[in-house]
């Protein structure tokens, strides 16, 4: 039986069954199916473990933008580029709060806070404790990215009620070092552990269109799902092109198809995980996010910016769900047009 037929009959014969002990040529072999036949495993993996109907809707805010001490050539809040991004102070809590408001009224349920740190000092933990507590306090889910947490971090971040931590092992542990340099992969799975250990639930993914080949995203796949635990998020990002970072030179947009299909692995991979369909969807074509929603994707970032770079319109969103019958918290997403 060749590696395809193997995969297939796991998957048909192990329904949800949750696996972490994937080998890069098993993902290989499922990412090469007949098209007709991936969807089809994704939708099974995604119906027995999902409503394929409802989308989950969240909202990230930047609370400290740039100055970065990390070197990730992907991104303009590292202060190692020229990238004409001002960076700023800390944001107060009360206009967080403020803004998770705005977000929960346009239809988000989860409130994502990202800032732009290595790791974060004692006395910003403090402040951005009080931020969880109170955007909580709105009815919404939280999560923050902060950098890497050491395991005292992870513990106060989950007293202060925090449901999820993101941070991403952004690409194959092969194309890593053409990434990142200021800090290696074990650093980031060790922070992963400490936010497990801390009982705080993982947004983890990474980036695509960087430069890199097809088997370092299926490696990264294989890394995420071999995880001891999946992510209950994988954010798939498409990266979103930004003048005067490294990735600049060798970035090349995934063909729509590619990422379709690397989509669907995620999902059969990781069947019980959330896959965001994350940053780059301005770029996409309403057809296209309907594919990747069909291959298993099953939640979105909402609002028209993303950190630094642009998003779909809440209505574009709007309107596009309603005519694929999807639930979300998005007004008027819930009617086939
Ligand atoms: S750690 Fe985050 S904010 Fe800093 S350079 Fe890397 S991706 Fe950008």
Redesign the pocket.
Known sequence: MDAAAQVQGKETGDRAQVRNHWSVEEAKALYALPFADLMLQAQRAHRENFDPNHLETASLLSIKTGG?????G?????AHYETGLKATRLMNCADVVTTARRAKDAGATRFCM?A???TPKDRDLDSVCDMVNAVKGLGMETCV?L?MLTPNQAARLAEAGLDFYNHNVDTSPEFYSKI?TTRILQDRIDTLAHVRDAGIKICCGGIIGMGEHVEDRLGMLVLLANLPSHPESVPINLWNRIDGVPVEDAAEPPDPIALVRLVATARIMMSGSVVRLSAGRQYMTDELQALCFLAGANSIFIGDVLLTTQNPKVNRDADLLARLGITSGLAGGNQCA
């Not at 992907?74 to 590292?78: D, I, K, M, N």
């Open positions: 970065c001490p990390e070197d990730c992907y991104c303009s809040q590292s990202a732009a740190w290595r990215t950098g990142i």
